[in-house]
């Protein structure tokens, strides 16, 4: 596949193999490598925190690891109910994704095509939404949910997900569907598609990769917050597994052995979401990118 | 086709709207009418005008957290962007280890900023981690008391954010990549174009869409930046690490009644945001038209 | 470019099958699960149940009684439903500070909240004032209330609040240390304090450990020692100071203690404050690195539990032949909410825990102080001495209701003092500071 060469020129299009790497691009795998690891660094020691016990930690934080149990995750599991949190994670992350995802793009087509000035202004508005910390709109929003009925529900939780994730998706899309020449839609018109089946048949999927870079964004985002659930979820047995997991941060403590299992076997699930999703990107990415 | 269509437009526009005007943009006008009041916790309570917006411009506080705020954010954009290029270029240049590597410098952006903080509060500490790195590498006059020196508490906060998402940055500018048209990028190797060259006159102008994305994202979260800051020093030392989403919290959330001021605050943040993110938006899209 | 669109309109339409197919899904499951979620009664028990004398559901949120924290409420809750049988009880973790204050804070405002709050000093003050909770001031057990304890759980003349505990922040020390280094006893004066200190120096140990990175463990020793150089001749300070008759460079001498440790190399303030209050510093006092250490008495229990051989004692602040006085706070509340349609089972739980037979299992766990003047405080080998103190009248109460509390007392004292330890500020500049910044309102 594509291999640098940075020496001499190829005699000819397409590349490849070479015998030996050159020594610039041995350089960049090795600063690739480091970087990756450096990244991944921490998260080892979380790992490895999680599986000592608590007593070895206070003791040696960052020292070689004496102990090695499981009872660490274990209790966590039980104290932040795990498999219902999973599921209510889940449900809350699916449906606000569809729905963020789908009110998105289909604002963000006409958004950006149109020159209009409302249409500039409409823009700015979602950008400006997107600039406020979340606990500011806290109480006001309660109230509106106690009036609208949805405190407590499923529901409430999604549609305020989607609201706040609304510019993020409104943002993204925009500035990739500029990308997408104006002859396409026209040849679609030409075919007698009106805008809708337009949208959908020809421009959606164009955007696949985009698509599957926003999903991780919002998975992100979502499933590791935490106040948006506390506040509008009553319920203990329809909380999520963050949520949850915070709960074990004492008032005045915070023991890691107890922390970062439960934050681990939260994201666990995430990680699963998350490869899934990349693949769509991957393949999304590498569907889009083949020559005519 | 259907700048023809504006009705057409406006139903395509109206589900995201309406959600966005009821469940955003009212709070947040609420929001803002609590800023003209002095209630004290966010219970209904008498206008007193602008009252709390010339107490905030007296407040050496707010100052001090609106400056911390803004160079958080630039040096944040800065170095997230820019090592999630690096990351990028060479990922495209690498399509096996793509997989691999694309999920793995995506993971600390998997965990929550609390979670972060609390990992690298412990790393970051007098006897942590990489106080031991440096002292082993014979690199002890190097270190500092990362996260309770003013010096470097804010620049440390500055780097755990850079970790947390310059994978994230990496993977749009990836996406970017992937973008552009195969031939284009041929063309230039058939032509002999070095690596550098190839960057600067063929990559970095079609990776223009990409860049935009990812410097409003970048400054729009470093703005906001507030779990990272509690949970890793509290606004500390000596207050050197308060950005306004912090002030904004205390006030709010942290009694003594100054909800109407906290509120203000929170409304002087909005335009701080607005101002930069969309005059940076401003620029780098009339970029991306001239490219 | 054109070259995107033919590609893509093969695979998409598989992609768009798959993307469609989990939507349906998730939608699917979401339903289905909005069934069963609303059936299942969860892990507690809301919604009375179709028996036939229903009880009254007394629903309780606390921010203690979570995991990390049981202090024995769950026993107690226990107890109070066993001798009520008509009341069944919803207890609710939520978790400490903002994160309470976020969720109560917006319920109260919508009229919707617990029957019963746990609260502190500084939220009886806000939502007193704003009438979110319910009188209690015709209460049988107000007058047994500690007379410095009562304005806490007061505000503009009424009582809105039965206190829980009144708990200590001061200082614990390492027996098992202090003996490697030959002392058998813990300090009662500054003295003897500076001695063991030297000694534990010597002999390699951490002398004193006084990690500061948030701030807290910085305002909490200045106040450990206020306690007794200056409230021990002036106990209506915080009164004079609102009015404006006293100055914060009464502390001097006080705030002086802790930088002598910094000088005289018993502890390096500047790397204190890198350490994490609640994770490092606790840590490193429960797997005995430290001979001295400043925190809430809270902590006793883990200490106790992880093998530390240590007592809780007032910091030894005053001259020879004198005796410390001891650092108190008073901790959690119960208030009944305004709007709570079953008052009289939250009232009968309120009375509950007055009482001191009651709450005894919570003192003991927290290492608290009743409260109540006849109340019985529990006592342990570790804690006696500070109990002692506290019995002969010997302390002072940190003003959480006036200028210690609010969104700005606490922090400018952890801030000012943060400055203070960088070198910032000089003593003189602290108080002025403070002055400035908590002065009279």
């Known amino acids: 596949m594509t291999n640098v060469q940075s020496t001499t020129a190829a005699p000819r299009a397409g590349v490849r193999q070479r015998p030996r790497r050159p020594l610039p691009v041995l350089i960049g795998d090795a600063g690739l490598t480091i970087g990756v690891a450096l990244i991944v660094l921490p998260l080892v020691f979380t790992v490895l925190t999680s599986l000592r016990t608590s007593a070895d930690v206070s003791d040696a934080p960052l020292g070689f690891p004496k102990s090695f149990t499981l009872d660490n995750f274990r209790a966590a599991y039980q104290s932040i109910h795990y498999g219902t949190s999973v599921v209510n994670s889940l449900v809350v992350l699916s449906l606000s994704a569809v729905i963020t995802v789908i009110a998105g793009a289909l604002a963000a087509y006409p958004l950006a095509r149109l020159t209009r000035s409302w249409a500039g202004w409409v823009y700015r508005l979602f950008i400006a939404g997107s600039t406020v910390p979340v606990f500011v709109l806290i109480a006001p929003l309660y109230l509106l949910m106690r009036d609208l009925g949805l405190l407590d529900s499923y529901l409430g939780v999604v549609l305020i997900y989607a609201a706040l994730n609304l510019p993020v998706a409104v943002f993204f899309y925009t500035s990739f ?116 | ?75 944040v954009v800065v170095l997230q962007n820019a090592i999630g290029l690096v990351l990028a270029r060479a990922l495209y240049l690498r399509p096996r280890a793509r997989r691999v590597a694309g999920v793995l410098i995506l993971m600390p952006t998997l965990m929550s900023a609390v979670m972060s903080g609390f990992v690298w509060s412990s790393l970051l500490a007098p006897n942590g981690a990489l106080t031991s790195l440096l002292d082993a590498l014979g690199l002890h006059s190097l270190t500092r008391i990362w996260l309770g020196d003013p010096h470097t508490a804010l620049w440390s906060i500055a780097a755990v954010n850079v970790w947390m998402f310059a994978g994230y940055s990496a993977a749009i500018f990836l996406a970017g990549y992937m973008n552009m048209p195969r031939e284009v990028l041929d063309a230039a190797q058939v032509d002999g174009a070095s690596g550098a060259r190839r960057f600067i006159s063929i990559e970095w102008p079609l990776l223009a869409p990409a860049l935009t994305v990812n410097v409003t994202l970048a400054l729009i979260g470093s703005l906001k930046v507030f779990d990272l800051p509690l949970v890793m020093t509290n606004g500390g030392p000596a207050g050197s690490t308060e950005t306004m989403s912090m002030l904004i919290y205390t006030m709010l959330f942290r009694g003594g009644g100054s909800f109407a001021y906290g509120a203000a605050i929170a409304m002087m943040l909005l335009v701080v945001v607005v101002v930069f993110a969309g005059t940076v938006q401003k620029v780098l899209r009339l970029r991306e038209e001239r490219l | 470019m054109s070259h995107v669109m033919n590609r893509s309109s093969s695979g998409s339409i598989a992609g768009r099958r798959r993307f469609t197919a989990l939507a349906a899904l998730s939608i699917a499951a979401a339903v289905s699960l909005s069934a069963c979620a609303s059936g299942t009664t969860a892990q507690t028990t809301s919604g009375g149940s179709s028996a036939a004398a229903a009880p009254t559901v007394l629903t309780v949120y606390g921010w203690k009684g979570g995991d990390a924290e049981p202090a024995n409420i769950a026993e107690i809750n226990a107890a109070f439903e066993k001798a009520n049988p008509d009341i069944k009880l919803d207890y609710q973790f939520i978790p400490a500070g903002d994160t309470y204050t976020q969720r109560a804070q917006s319920e109260l405002l919508a009229g919707k909240s617990a029957d019963v709050i746990m609260t502190d000093g500084s939220k009886v003050q806000d939502w007193g004032s704003v009438g979110y909770l319910q009188d209690l001031s015709a209460s049988p057990w107000l007058p047994g209330v500690r007379k410095e304890v009562t304005p806490f759980i007061s505000q503009g003349g009424k009582a809105y609040a039965v206190p829980m505990e009144v708990i200590g922040i001061d200082l614990f020390a390492n027996l098992d240390l202090l003996k490697q280094v030959g002392v058998s006893t813990a300090p009662t004066t500054w003295d003897e304090f500076l001695t063991d200190l030297a000694a534990l120096k010597a002999a390699g140990i951490t002398p004193i450990a006084l990690p500061n990175k948030d701030g807290w463990t910085g305002s909490a020793a200045i106040n450990a020692i ?73 902590n006793q229990s883990a200490f106790t539990t992880a093998g530390v051989n240590d007592v809780f004692i007032p910091w030894p602040a005053g001259g020879a032949g004198t005796q410390p006085s001891a650092n108190l706070f008073v901790g959690t509340m119960l208030s009944i909410n305004a709007k709570s349609t079953v008052k009289d089972a939250a009232q009968k739980y309120v009375d509950f825990w007055a009482d001191s037979t009651n709450s005894g299992p919570f003192l003991e766990s927290e290492s608290a102080v009743s409260p109540f003047s006849q109340g019985t405080t529990p006592s342990s080998p570790a804690t006696a001495d500070f109990v002692k103190a506290v019995d002969a009248g010997k302390y002072r109460i940190l003003p959480s209701n006036t200028w210690f509390g609010g969104a700005t007392g606490e922090k400018a004292m952890m801030e000012e003092t943060q400055a203070l330890w960088l070198g910032q500020v000089d003593v003189n500049g602290w108080a002025k500071a403070l002055d400035a910044k908590l002065g009279g309102s």
């Not at chain 1, 805008?195 to 985002?221: D, N, V």
């Not at chain 1, 915070?254 to 970062?260: A, I, N, S």
């Open chain 1, 177 to 292: 569907f500029r990308q997408i020449p104006l002859e396409l839609e026209e040849a679609a018109a030409i075919d007698g598609a009106g805008p809708l089946r337009t949208f959908f048949a020809i421009l959606f999927p164009l955007l696949r990769p985009i698509t599957a870079t926003l999903a991780t964004f919002l998975t992100l985002s979502i499933w590791n917050d935490l106040i948006i659930p506390l506040v509008f979820i009553q319920t203990a047995g329809r909380r999520t597994v963050m949520a949850n997991a915070y709960s074990l941060v004492g008032t005045y403590s915070v023991d890691p052995t107890v922390l970062f299992p439960a934050a681990l076997l939260g994201v666990a699930p995430l990680l699963v979401v998350f490869i899934l999703l990349q693949r769509e990107v991957v393949e999304g990415l590498t569907m889009g990118a083949v020559k005519s």
């Open chain 2, 1 to 75: 086709m259907i700048e023809r269509k504006p009705l057409v437009a406006g139903a395509f526009i109206a589900p995201a709207l309406a959600l966005y005007l009821l469940l955003v943009i009212y709070p947040l006008a609420r929001g803002t009418q609590l800023s003209l009041t002095d209630s004290k916790v966010g219970n209904a309570a008498d206008f007193v005008g602008l009252a709390n917006y010339q107490t905030m411009w007296h407040d050496p506080a707010f100052w001090r957290a609106l400056g911390i705020t803004v160079s958080y954010a630039v040096v």
């Open chain 3, 226 to 298: 206020a306690a007794t150089l200056v409230y021990q001749q002036n106990p209506d300070w915080d009164a004079q100071f609102l009015a404006g008759k006293a100055s914060f460079t009464d502390w001097a001498p006080a705030v002086q203690q802790v930088l002598d440790l910094g000088t005289k190399g018993y502890v390096d303030l500047k790397s204190e404050l890198g350490f994490d209050t609640w994770s490092t510093g606790l840590d490193d006092f429960k797997s005995g690195k430290s001979g001295f250490f400043v925190q809430g008495a809270w």
